[in-house]
């Protein structure tokens, strides 16, 4: 896999926009950025992934930069319900699905 | 929307007992996978099938088999559970290929005394 770089905790006011950085400098010209995040005791859920262009969903926006070595996960209006541990993953070229789950950010949401 | 569901949320096992964990999606999906998550070392590959009655080694194998019978159900057995064997086990699966997100099950909790 690529790897990634991730700040290992970020704090977020409630109502604010959440900036999750992720770098990957090494990403071929093929693979994928997905971010996934995992609220404590649950299963990690998907929230977006994008190649090139930004993408954006009822979740989440995903920026990536022109050189791709880097994208930015914005949650618009941050909720308590937030808080977890984001995971920015880029899968092996081969893909059969692999993923392997860095450290990722942990996010704290505050009222 | 994906549902993966895996059949037992808890469970608590004996040592050399042998231990079934099922899970099931519900979206016809080609790939399966079993992870085991515990603190400090996150998520890792145990076992995955990119077919019915198809299987490779993930990381971490030992101690573990599985079973594809079926599309949609992913079978993750301990022959003889141990203590180091107590974890967090998710499920996930995907429909392949690389703009394919995995979607994951909640998890279950097993515990070996």
């Known amino acids: 896999d690529a790897k990634t770089t991730q700040p290992p905790s970020m704090d977020c006011a409630e109502g604010r926009a959440a900036n999750l950085p992720c770098n990957h400098s090494?990403?071929?010209?093929?693979?994928?950025v997905y971010w996934y995040r995992q609220i404590h005791s649950q299963g990690p859920q998907y929230i977006i992934h994008g190649l090139k262009n930004n993408e954006t969903n009822e979740m989440a926006s995903l920026i990536i930069t022109e050189d791709r070595k880097s994208s930015t996960l914005i949650l618009p209006h941050a909720t308590l319900r937030d808080t977890a541990v984001y995971y920015c993953i880029v899968p092996e070229r081969s893909n059969t699905g692999k993923l392997i789950f860095g450290q990722g950010t942990t996010l704290q949401v505050k009222p | 929307d994906v549902k993966v569901t895996q059949s037992s949320r808890y469970l608590v096992k004996r040592t050399g007992e042998k231990v079934f964990l099922e899970c099931v999606q519900d979206m016809d999906h080609e790939n399966m996978f079993w992870y085991r998550q515990d603190p400090g070392l996150g998520l890792r590959l145990i076992y995955f099938?990119?077919?019915?009655?198809?299987?490779e080694k993930g990381d971490i194998p030992e101690g573990y088999s599985v079973s594809r019978e079926k599309k949609e159900r992913f079978s993750l057995i301990l022959e003889s559970a141990s203590t180091n064997q107590t974890s967090m086990y998710l499920c996930?699966?995907?429909?392949?290929?690389?703009?394919?997100?995995?979607?994951f099950g909640n998890g279950t909790r097993l515990t070996v005394t």
């Open positions: 099938s990119y077919d019915v009655k198809m299987k």
């Open positions: 090494t990403i071929s010209g093929n693979e994928y």
């Open positions: 996930a699966s995907s429909q392949g290929g690389l703009n394919s997100p995995l979607h």
